[in-house]
């Protein structure tokens, strides 16, 4: 009877794994993962130096219960290390690439691709219940081909006791060219040069600064989808960014030259736009992609002073150069 039995509990057994080895959407979704991945890391890296540029140009603060109203216009530049990723088939586990072994693909940030991938997925259809296998083939994400990413803010600042200063920021969604971005941030600096022996408001200023930053941005490309289980046509990056920074300037007349150094912690989640039965589990996936950075950043610009109104211009360096111009009233 044993010898009976064994066999069927091995034939059973293995047709078991056979079974469940023909579902492969688990590898698919890696790899979609994979491409994503490497496709938004360098925008979650410029969406950190965007959301951390042109908080402040000038370490005074505003004298109690002032305000200022400021419109800032902010490009972020893009190095050409930043705009593609190398890919191979032995870095996808279910898809290949058509026609190659390794291929450069552009980031959010490069340009169009030709690059095709091909594979076939199997899995249960969760309204037929059928294993089903469909063939699927797509082209690699497109970039949104810029040298520079623009985008625009509002600041309002309120003067506080003690010398200190709170400001708001905040832009609505905006879209250009298939990538739509809005932020909100608070921000609180504190003058220490009121402290200073012969303090004088026309002379040196140092003051520090504590920021908090949301940025969304979301990057659009044509649907991919396998019939029945997802279709991804969508990538959202959520970054949040603290910042202190230390801030130093000096005015002569109507020109104020200001200087900055900044410390920063940011961490990115990401989401995929779309549809289908499996987006819940790639979305849940791409929770695990999400990552936490600091850097180093310096600011460096000036002030035209014109009455109550106020013109800057600064330029901010890291991984990625940053310049802001912003316009200033005081109310």
Known sequence: MKK???PLLVAFLLGTGAVRAQDNSE???ADMLTLADNFAKPASEG?????SAGWYSSAATLEKWDFRLSVHGNALFIPDDRKTFPLSNADLQLLEIEGSQNVRLPTAF???TATFFSGEVTFENPVSG????RAVRFKGFDGIDRDYVPHAFLQVAIGLPAGTEVTVRAMPQVTIDDVTASTFGLGLKHNFSQYFLNYSPEGFQLAAALTYSKFDVEYAFDAIEVEDLVMMNLIKVDAHLWMAEAIASKQWGAFELFG?????SSSFDYVMGGDGPALITVNTQ?????DVEAYFKTDLGFNIHLGRFRLSAMGTAG???NANLGLHVRI
Not at 47 to 51: E, L, N, R, T
Request: glycine share 10%; aromatic share 16%; net charge negative.
């Open 4 to 6: 009976i039995i064994f």
């Open 27 to 29: 590898l698919f979704i």
């Open 47 to 51: 969406a950190a130096y965007q959301a």
């Open 110 to 112: 490069g340009t169009q």
């Open 130 to 133: 059928n294993t089903e296998t």
């Open 260 to 264: 900055a150094l900044g410390a920063a």
């Open 286 to 290: 791409l929770q695990e992609l999400g």
């Open 319 to 321: 991984k990625f150069f």
